[in-house]
C-alpha cells in the first residue's frame, strides 16, 4: 500500500475515525447480539411452559389448567413469569398479572407501556387452545432492572476507557514525535544560516530518534570536516600564493623607484597594479571564508541601514564625482538590523563600487533604504548597460565576471556582498527596472 | 630612524628574511626563536619594538605578549600571524599588542607600521589641545585645523584624514593604515578612496597659497613633512 501520499496528519484522522467506527459497531454488535440471543432464550422458555401447562393435541380440562397455572404461580423459579388464562369474552379465568391490551396469537414483545407488573420488558407468548381459551406466558427480557442504563454506563465506561486511552498516547506519541523532529528542524533551520557548529539533541535513550539524531550530527561532522578541508585548501593557496606575490609586489615597487626610462616606470606600474589586484582577489577569497564561516555572527549588534548608508553614500561621493558619475542616497528610512557594521559597510561600498565600475562616466548612480513588513532593503541602481537576466545568477558567482565591458575588479566584489547578505540571513536580488542593473538586499530586521 | 627591533618567529628562515628586510631599512634586529628564549632577550635589551609571531611551540605568541605586559615591558609589539579573522585579531590587540598584521606583509607597509608605533609611543602621553606639523596645526577637541594661522574649513573625513598625517608626520602612512584608522575599515575597497581623500585635502590645504606639504610614495603610501 502506497503510504507515502498521504500526510501524517490525514493518515492520524483516517485512524482515529477507523478507531471510532469499530468501537461503535463493536458496541453495536454486542448490544444487538446480547439483545437476540437473551430474546431468543426467553421465547424458547415461555414457549415450553406454555406447552407444559398446555401441551399441543391434548384436550384441555379447564379446571386442571386452572390449577396447574395457581401451582406454577406459587414456585419460586417461576417468580418472573406472567401466566394469564383468558375464556371468551376476556375473561381472566386465572393468573398472576393483568394485560391492559390484547396481544395477537403468537410472539410480541411487551414494555413498560403495557403497565404489566413487575416489568419494564419482555416477550408474551399468546396461544389459542381448543374452546375459546387464551393463555398468555410472559416473561422478562431484562435480567435487572434498568439494564440498559447499566449498558450504556458499561460502554461507556469500557469503550470509552480505550477510546481515551488510544487518543492520549497519540497526542503524547504525536508531541513527542514532533518535538524531536522540532529540534532536528531547528538544527537544520541554523545550519543553512551558516552556523556549522549546531547538532541535534540527542536524549539518550536509545529510541530510533536517538539514533537517527545521532546518525544526523554524524553526517554533520563529516560535512563540516569536508568544508573545513576545503576551505583550509583554498585559504592555504591564497596564504601560499600570497607570500611570492608580496615578495614580487616589493620588487616591482622597488624597481619602480629606481626605474630611469618613463617607458619603463610605466610598464612597472602597471604590473605593480596587477600584483595589486591579485592580492586582492587573494584577500577577498579569505574574507569571503571568513564570512561564510559564521564566525562573525557573535559580534553582531544593531545597526541603523539608513545611518550607515548615508554615511558611506557621503564618503563615496568624492570618488564619484572624480570618476565622473552622479550618486545619490534618494530614500532613506531608518532600518535597524543586528549585524556587523564593518561588514554591511563593506557591502554598502562594495555595492557602490561595482556600480562605479561598472558603468560609464555620466551615469547616475541612486541608493535606498526602505523597510518592508519584516524587512529592509537596500537598492543600488544605475543607468548603467546593466545585466542581462540570464547572466544575472552568474554575477553573484565567485569569479563570476560578465564578459561585457573590460571593466576591472575580481569578480568577487557580487560573491562577498551575497556572503555578507546570507550571513545577515537576507538575499541579494538583481533585477533591472526598464534601464540598467538595480541590485536590492532584503535583509530581516528583528 | 633606525630601530632596534626584536623578531620573536619560530620558522628560522622567515626570521631571517625578515631581518633582511628589516636591514634594508637600517633597523637593528635580534632574533628569538621561542618565547622563553624572548623573555629572557627582552628584560636584557633594550628594544624600540617586537615582531611577534602568533603561533609558536612551547610558548605562544600571545602568552608572551602577557608575559611582556604583566613585567610592566612597554616596548610596542606588532603581531605578524597568519590568522587574519576580525576575532582573532581582537584577542591580538586585547593581548596587549599595538597592531595586528597579516602575513604575508609588503617590507615597506612593515616598517611603516613598525615607525608609527615607535612614534605613538614617543607622544608626551596626553593629548594636548592642539597638534603641530611645519606650518600646520590641529585641534583634535575643537575639530579645527590651521595653515599658517589660517583657518581651514574641513568637512569630517578629511580633518581626521590630516589629523592622522600630523600625528604622524614625518614618516609614512600607508593606504591600509589609513582606511584602519581613518575609516575603521577592516578591508580595503578597490577603489582609490584614500588617495581621493588626500588630493581633496591636499586642495584644501593650498588653497590659501603655499606648496603641498603632503608628498606621496607611490605604492606605499602619503606622508606629511614635519
Given amino acids: ?446 | 630612524m633606525s630601530l632596534n627591533i626584536l623578531i620573536v618567529e619560530d620558522d628560522a628562515e622567515l626570521a631571517e628574511t625578515l631581518a633582511a628586510q628589516m636591514a634594508d631599512f637600517d633597523h637593528d634586529t635580534t632574533i628569538a626563536g621561542n618565547g622563553h628564549k624572548a623573555l629572557a632577550t627582552i628584560v636584557n635589551g633594550a628594544f624600540d619594538a617586537v615582531i611577534l609571531d602568533r603561533v609558536m611551540p612551547l610558548m605562544d605568541g600571545l602568552t608572551f605578549l602577557q608575559h611582556v605586559r604583566q613585567a610592566n615591558i612597554n616596548v610596542p609589539v606588532l603581531i605578524l600571524t597568519a590568522f587574519g579573522k576580525a576575532s582573532q585579531k581582537v584577542e591580538g590587540l586585547e593581548a596587549g599588542a599595538d597592531d595586528y598584521v597579516v602575513k604575508p606583509i609588503d617590507p615597506l607597509e612593515l616598517n611603516a607600521r613598525l615607525h608609527a608605533l615607535v612614534r605613538a609611543r614617543q607622544w608626551s602621553g596626553k593629548e594636548s589641545d592642539t597638534m603641530r606639523a611645519g606650518d600646520i596645526m590641529v585641534s583634535p577637541t575643537k575639530f579645527r585645523a590651521w595653515r599658517n594661522d589660517i583657518a581651514i574649513d574641513l568637512p569630517g573625513t578629511e580633518f581626521k584624514l590630516l589629523l592622522e598625517l600630523v600625528r604622524h608626520a614625518g614618516s609614512v602612512l600607508t593606504r591600509p593604515m589609513l582606511l584602519e584608522r581613518v575609516w575603521n575599515y577592516d578591508f580595503e575597497p578597490t577603489t582609490n578612496i584614500v588617495d581621493t581623500y588626500i588630493k581633496r585635502l591636499r586642495k584644501k590645504l593650498t588653497e590659501g597659497g603655499g606648496d603641498d606639504p603632503i608628498s606621496t610614495l607611490r605604492g606605499v603610501g602619503y606622508m606629511l613633512r614635519k
Avoid: C
Fill in chain 1, 1 to 446: 500500500m502506497r503510504l507515502s501520499g498521504f500526510s501524517l496528519r490525514r493518515l492520524t484522522l483516517a485512524f482515529l475515525s477507523l478507531l471510532l467506527l469499530s468501537t461503535v459497531a463493536t458496541g453495536v454488535g454486542i448490544y444487538s447480539v446480547t439483545v437476540r440471543t437473551i430474546r431468543q432464550l426467553v421465547d424458547t422458555r415461555i414457549r415450553q411452559i406454555s406447552v407444559t401447562l398446555a401441551p399441543d393435541g391434548e384436550p384441555h380440562d379447564r379446571a386442571e389448567l386452572i390449577r396447574r397455572i395457581a401451582e406454577m404461580n406459587r414456585q419460586r423459579d417461576t417468580g418472573d413469569l406472567g401466566i394469564i388464562l383468558v375464556a371468551p369474552g376476556h375473561r381472566q379465568l386465572a393468573g398472576n398479572v393483568r394485560l391492559s391490551r390484547d396481544l395477537p396469537p403468537g410472539l410480541a414483545s411487551v414494555d413498560l407501556g403495557d403497565n404489566i407488573k413487575g416489568l419494564s420488558k419482555g416477550r408474551a407468548l399468546v396461544r389459542d387452545l381448543p374452546d375459546g381459551l387464551r393463555l398468555i406466558v410472559v416473561a422478562e427480557t431484562e435480567p435487572f432492572d434498568q439494564y440498559d442504563r447499566a449498558r450504556i454506563r458499561i460502554y461507556m465506561g469500557g469503550f470509552g476507557s480505550i477510546l481515551a486511552i488510544v487518543l492520549g498516547g497519540l497526542i503524547l506519541f504525536s508531541r513527542m514525535v514532533s518535538r524531536r523532529i522540532t529540534a532536528m528542524r531547528d538544527t537544520v533551520a541554523t545550519i543553512i544560516e551558516g552556523d556549522m557548529s549546531q547538532r541535534v539533541p540527542v536524549t539518550g535513550d536509545g529510541s530510533e530518534f536517538d539514533l537517527q539524531a545521532a546518525a544526523f550530527n554524524r553526517m554533520l561532522d563529516r560535512i563540516q570536516v569536508l568544508m573545513a578541508e576545503i576551505s583550509n585548501v583554498s585559504n592555504d593557496i591564497s596564504h601560499e600564493l600570497r607570500t611570492p606575490l608580496t615578495r614580487l609586489r616589493g620588487r616591482l615597487a622597488l624597481l619602480h623607484k629606481q626605474a630611469e626610462s618613463d617607458g619603463a616606470r610605466e610598464g612597472i606600474g602597471a604590473a605593480l597594479e596587477d600584483a595589486d589586484d591579485l592580492l586582492g582577489m587573494f584577500t577577498a577569497i579569505l574574507r569571503i571564508s571568513e564570512i561564510e564561516s559564521g564566525e562573525r555572527r557573535r559580534g553582531f549588534a544593531p545597526v541603523d541601514l539608513a545611518e550607515l548608508a548615508s554615511e558611506i553614500v557621503a564618503m563615496m561621493e568624492p570618488v564619484a564625482e572624480d570618476s565622473g558619475h552622479d550618486l545619490t542616497l534618494v530614500n532613506w528610512t531608518p532600518a535597524t538590523i543586528i549585524g556587523d557594521r564593518k561588514l554591511l559597510a563593506q557591502l554598502l561600498l562594495n555595492l557602490v563600487e561595482n556600480a562605479l565600475r561598472h558603468t560609464p562616466p555620466g551615469t547616475a548612480i541612486a541608493a535606498t533604504v526602505t523597510r518592508t513588513g519584516g524587512h529592509a532593503e537596500i537598492t543600488v541602481t544605475d543607468t548603467g548597460p546593466g545585466i542581462p537576466p540570464a547572466q544575472r545568477a552568474v554575477a553573484l558567482r565567485r569569479f563570476g565576471r560578465l564578459g561585457h565591458g573590460g571593466a576591472a575588479g575580481h569578480g568577487l566584489g557580487l560573491a562577498l556582498v551575497d556572503a555578507i547578505a546570507r550571513l545577515h540571513g537576507g538575499e541579494v536580488r538583481l533585477d533591472s527596472p526598464g534601464q540598467g542593473l538595480r541590485i536590492s538586499i532584503i535583509l530581516p530586521m528583528e
